[in-house]
């Protein structure tokens, strides 16, 4: 009945606004207000600012509950009576105006005997184990005594340590943050999952987050020095009193910097082309990430080139790292559990590549059931199971596939493409087992292939090939070691049909086989010891082109074979010296040896590198070193808090490659290749000094970030005038050495929480090149600096979400960034009877600027639990403004005359619609 009288009264008390009175008495306080179908955490937190009631609850019990009530005068007992009529939650109020909520039954407040019980040497351990609602809830509010009394001395504070485990996994919490709200101290648990910190003595509670989000409570009583083992949810949020967010906390307490992390969910919200939830576009967002333009390979970070950054797929290399000319990412979204980008202070156990680190840690399946997911768009379909095998092993698959072969009927019949087609696919097979808490094996696998034509008689592939098998092993509760062995592939192939004598095939390809061991070494709390090698062969077939049929002409012709062995060893320190003052510093050595068997010319000492300085050869036989190339990486940064809520950071790391991308494009091409160091090419060196500042504000709703940078590269590629890179036995007579130096400053402001959030960011940033002094085969520029292919001053980003309600969010992405440089035909001349052409000097001009603006929506189906279904909808408009961007500019004689014109890959806007799913 009252229900009825509500449902009459709704309408009229629309018009008077979320009124809400407090009306008190001496027996309960009363309430009267109005609350039009809201959900029931948003009404918790309303009883919440307003009383000194608090709410503890499991969310995803009460994610469906809606408030639809007009309450005048009643106890909150009564309110809650109404609202759960029709459920099955339970409810119960304390004296200090605690209010649980649970399912099933209502709490018992019968304490146990040892409830107070004062653990030896002030130890204790929470009791949250199994999957008893009761007990769950108890453990969670449960008085923690720590520490004794007895022992106690005159200080006013006292030290509390203890280690975070998953409850499901037993696995320590890497990343856990432990918060204590009223006085802002917090601790970040290590990778075996300790943490400590210091408290005034007393009442505290605590607030621990995991690095998915998910948040637990703990009552504690610090009497004196002690610790506290806690075993967290990892898959449900137990408290919305409160939400600490871990990125919040790291980005001013963690001491590395140009550290940048995605998660999933928001990735999910970002516009994307064609639909589909894309790594690699996510990233474009971030402040000193950028690319040379629309459906380009890779990205360029803080003014490195594209093959400057080791792309790590669960400690897999992935060379090509896109499918379709990078319309799409290589990595399946649904296998992703965490994507973390280092453009500065690298971790000590990751070299190889000059600019960066991404990576990239898929999952390993669900522990709890058999489980589905899956997507379908307009161009590309996906499919992920995950789920148990028996009590110790889980494993995932997901596989990705593409039917966009009806956008080339599309085309007019007179176009050259209408005969196009394009393909791709990828596969992932992950599995985990335990074999008993000291030791887990994992697998991971990969596979990608890509197929395109654009006319009916030249067919391109590549495909990437990545397997490998870890085993973790702890030592004891302060070692830990992972070793990894597997092996990386990567190829291409070009198969040419056009005519029965010129036909052909055409390919390259790379494998590297490696091995790494890491080590982690719990020290003391103040010191987290990583140390560890690594090793990788490398082997590649630079290039062949071989007749196809038996009435080819087409002679046969390869790149003589390139092998090599770089091994690494290398050792760094996480020291907290106090509560202001962190440093991570580390030493990695690397040795490199190319190995025969090879013959290489040999030229003249101080001589250009040409044909005319031959003096002979040199061959090697097979497993024979022919040359050794060593030396230092140096790793550092150091965090000092100003504050509670700031802090300044410094960095400085030195970085060596011995693998180049020969390629005379600005972005990665599927028929580019790889060159080794050898004694006539140098491997790249490059050092970063970086320095931030870093701020939360508002209670860590926003965070605000500048970094300045500046870096210096040596040894880098360019290419000489008519340089020719395929099937090129002595590429280094086309090649000059280079130096180049890039700086910069990033500027980032983000809000974290509320309905409306995301970011924006600016980036100022240089990327300079210029030949190297004691080149002297030839001068780019006259030997002055010139901007780099990926060099644009200016970018700015912004990235917005708006949550309409639980079940519908809009975002807005908006990009603006200067245009690439290019080099431009600037006169006509003739000489010798024929006209030619002078162009301007290297990079000289840039096409015009660029901007973007994408629109999109999420539709979620309804959150009923006990579905066997959930459903989303994804839809949007990418490049909503129709904006024509040029991805290049190209001159093309026509009647003599030499015309420009400009190339833009998505010149109208572009809608998208994608259906997921999981069950």
Request: glycine share 8%; proline share 3%.
């Amino acid at each position: 009945m009252i229900k009825k009288i509500l449902l009459v009264l709704l309408g009229w008390t629309l018009l008077m606004g979320p009124a809400f009175a407090q009306v008190k008495s001496a027996e309960e306080e009363k309430f009267s207000g109005f609350f039009p179908g809201i959900n029931f955490a948003r009404f918790a937190n309303q009883i919440e600012s307003s009383t000194d009631y608090r709410f503890y609850f499991d969310l995803s019990e009460v994610e469906n509950i809606q408030v639809n009530i007009n309450a005048k005068d009643n106890t909150l007992s009564q309110i809650l009576e109404v609202v759960f009529e029709n459920s099955n939650l339970k409810f119960v109020i304390d004296g200090k105006k605690r209010v649980f909520i649970t399912k099933g039954s209502k709490l018992d407040f019968a304490l146990a005997k040892d409830f107070f019980q004062i653990g030896e040497k002030g130890e204790q351990t929470d009791s949250l184990q199994g999957n008893d609602e009761l007990k769950r809830a108890f453990t969670r509010n449960k008085l923690y005594v720590i520490g004794s009394p007895e022992k106690s001395n005159s200080a006013t504070t006292a030290t509390l340590t203890g280690k975070i485990t998953g409850l499901e996994t037993g696995n320590p919490v890497f990343g856990a943050v432990i918060f204590e709200k009223v006085n802002y101290s917090r601790a970040i648990a290590n990778e075996q999952g300790i943490y400590s910190f210091t408290l005034p003595k007393g009442r505290h509670t605590l607030f621990v987050q995991n690095l998915g989000g998910f948040v637990e409570q703990r009552q504690i009583n610090l009497q004196g020095d002690g610790s506290l083992d806690m075993a967290i949810e990892e898959n449900i949020i137990s408290l919305s009193e409160v939400v600490v967010s871990s990125e919040k906390l790291t980005n001013v307490s963690r001491p590395e910097m140009g550290v940048q992390s995605l998660s999933m969910n928001t990735m999910r919200k970002l516009p994307a082309v064609l639909g589909e939830v894309d790594i690699l576009k996510g990233l474009l967002t971030l402040p000193g990430v950028n690319t040379v333009g629309e459906a380009s390979v890779g990205f360029n970070v803080r003014g490195g080139a594209a093959d400057q950054n080791l792309i790590l797929y669960n400690n897999t290399t992935i060379y090509n790292p896109a499918h379709l000319f990078g319309l799409f990412s290589a990595f399946n979204p649904d296998m992703i559990e965490s994507v973390d980008l280092y453009k500065a202070g690298v971790p000590v156990k990751y070299g190889g590549r000059l600019s960066s680190v991404l990576n990239v840690n898929a999952k390993y399946g669900s522990k709890e059931k058999l489980k589905a997911s899956g997507g379908i768009g307009l161009m590309t379909g996906r499919l992920t199971l995950e789920g148990p095998i028996g009590d110790k092993t889980t494993f995932i698959i997901g596989g990705r596939s593409t039917y966009s072969n009806w956008l080339f009927d599309l085309l007019e019949e007179k176009t050259d493409f209408r005969e196009g087609r394009a393909s791709f696919y990828d596969l992932n097979f992950n599995m985990e087992h335990r074999l008993n808490d000291k030791n887990i094996i994992r697998l991971n696998s990969y596979m990608s292939k890509d197929n395109f034509r654009f006319d009916q008689d030249t067919l391109f592939g590549y495909q990437n090939q990545n397997i490998n098998l870890s085993w973790t092993h702890y030592f004891s509760e302060r070692l830990e070691g992972e070793f990894v062995i597997g092996q990386d592939r990567y190829k291409f192939g070009i198969e040419g049909r056009d005519n029965p004598l010129n036909a052909y095939d055409f390919g390259f390809d790379i494998q590297q086989d490696h091995l790494r061991a890491d080590f982690v070494f719990e020290k003391d709390l103040k010191h987290t010891l990583n140390f560890g090698f690594s090793s990788i062969r490398y082997g590649l077939r630079p290039g062949y082109i071989d007749p196809f049929g038996s009435a080819s002409i087409v002679n046969q012709e390869k790149v003589s074979p390139e092998q090599a062995l770089e091994t690494a060893l290398y050792f760094g320190d996480d020291f907290e010296i106090n509560d202001r003052i962190s440093v991570n510093y580390g030493l990695r050595y690397v040795i490199y040896n190319s190995l025969g068997p090879n013959t290489l010319k040999t030229y003249q000492p101080g001589q250009a590198i040409s044909e005319s300085t031959v003096i002979g050869e040199k061959s090697y036989d097979k497993g024979e070193i022919m040359n050794t190339y060593h030396g230092p990486e140096f790793r550092i940064s150091g965090r000092y808090n100003l504050d509670k809520f700031s802090s300044i950071k410094a960095g400085y790391n030195t970085m060596r490659q011995h693998i180049h991308l020969l390629t005379n494009s600005s972005s990665i091409s599927p028929t580019d290749t790889w060159k080794l160091s050898d004694p006539n090419i140098r491997p790249q060196w490059g050092d970063q000094i970086s320095l931030g500042y870093y701020r939360n504000l508002k209670a860590n709703t926003y965070e605000f970030s500048l970094e300045v940078y500046h870096r210096s590269m040596k040894n880098l590629i360019d290419y000489r005038s008519g340089a020719s890179l395929v099937l090129n036995n002595d590429i280094e007579q086309d090649i000059l050495r280079t130096d180049g130096r890039a700086y910069g400053a990033e500027m980032m402001l983000k809000k974290n929480s509320g309905k409306l959030n995301g970011w924006i960011s600016y980036t100022y940033s240089r990327s300079l090149l210029r030949t190297a002094e004691d080149e002297t085969a030839e001068k780019i520029n006259g030997g002055e600096y010139y901007p780099s292919n990926f060099d644009q001053p200016h970018n700015i980003v912004l990235v917005g979400n708006y949550e309409l309600s639980k079940r519908v969010g809009a975002a807005v992405n908006a990009n603006y960034s200067t245009g690439r440089p290019v080099t431009l035909p600037v006169a006509k001349f003739v000489y010798g009877g024929s006209e030619r052409v002078f162009f301007s000097d290297r990079n000289a001009y840039r096409i015009p600027d660029y901007f973007r603006v994408d629109l999109s929506m999420n539709l979620e189906g309804n959150h009923k639990v006990r579905k066997l279904a959930h459903s989303s909808w994804s839809l949007g408009v990418y490049n909503v403004l129709g904006r024509k961007n040029p991805y290049s500019v190209f001159f093309t004689p026509v009647n003599g005359v030499l015309k420009g014109y400009q190339l833009s890959i998505f010149a109208q806007p572009i809608p998208f619609v994608t259906y997921n799913f999981r069950f």
